[in-house]
């Protein structure tokens, strides 16, 4: 079965670091970028950034350029979001996608990680 | 603030048609990117509904259509049924951000 398999949901303080991860299956994950959307408490999607898994290059949404990392393994099909300070308006429900070749659509996504972040 | 705009909510009778607009700028839509279409229903993922303006992925009813013109695009759902009921998210590439742009999201009431 082809799907993207997110990690579980996260309880931090502000200031924490924190790693999520998207493993994918089921196709060859290193041909297709994997973006990563965040979907605020009652908000709508926002585009993050995204990553080639075939060498980790990422780029980045230029509002959340400096706050997150965004990464891949393709040794073990897994890409990854990263913070290394965490801040309250964190909190949120962190998608990622497949995106398809090289249109700017997503056909795949994970069911989401939600990450709550308060002291 | 969404860098394509949608009503925040439309409402139908079962059977009826509704359409949802998607207003862009001329860094995206009106740039000539294609637009596509995700339902959402809360607590699972995210699905494509259409891609390239009116393509549908296969499985997905041919009761949901697509159509763009100028700097805008719409979302047709006819003959509404109960399990339409979701969020639907517009989505293109913006030339300014370098990457995509959603719609701030419209909720579907059958």
């Known amino acids: 079965e082809v799907q993207l398999e997110q990690s579980g949901a996260e309880v931090k303080k502000p200031g924490e670091s924190l790693r999520i991860s998207c493993k994918g299956s089921g196709y060859n994950f290193a041909s297709h970028w994997i973006t990563w959307v965040r979907q605020m408490p ?11 898994p075939h060498d980790s290059y990422a780029s980045y949404n230029p509002s959340f350029q400096g706050h997150v990392a965004i990464s891949a393994d393709k040794s073990i099909n897994t890409a990854y979001l990263q913070w290394s300070s965490l801040k309250a308006s964190d909190t949120a429900i962190y998608y990622c996608a497949r995106q398809s070749g090289t249109y700017w659509y997503f056909d795949l996504w994970g069911r989401g990680t939600l990450v709550t972040v308060s002291s | 603030q ?38 959402h229903l809360p607590g699972t993922a995210p699905k494509l509904l259409l891609y390239n303006n009116n393509n549908r992925p296969s499985g997905v009813p041919d009761r949901f259509s697509g159509s763009k013109s100028g700097s805008s695009a719409s979302l047709a759902i006819t003959g ?25 999201g419209t909720k579907v009431t059958v």
């Not at chain 2, 009503?7 to 000539?32: D, H, K, L």
């Not at chain 2, 399990?83 to 913006?94: F, K, T, V």
Request: hydrophobic letters at 25%.
């Open chain 1, 42 to 52: 009652g908000k709508g999607l926002e585009w993050m950034g995204r990553t080639d």
């Open chain 2, 2 to 39: 969404s860098v394509l705009t949608q009503p925040p909510s439309v409402s139908g009778a079962p059977g009826q048609r509704v359409t949802i607009s998607c207003t862009g700028s001329s860094s995206n839509i009106g740039a000539n990117s294609d637009v596509h279409w995700y339902q």
């Open chain 2, 80 to 104: 509404l049924q109960p399990e339409d009921e979701a969020d639907y998210y517009c989505q293109s590439y913006d030339r300014s951000l370098g990457g995509a742009a959603f719609g701030g």
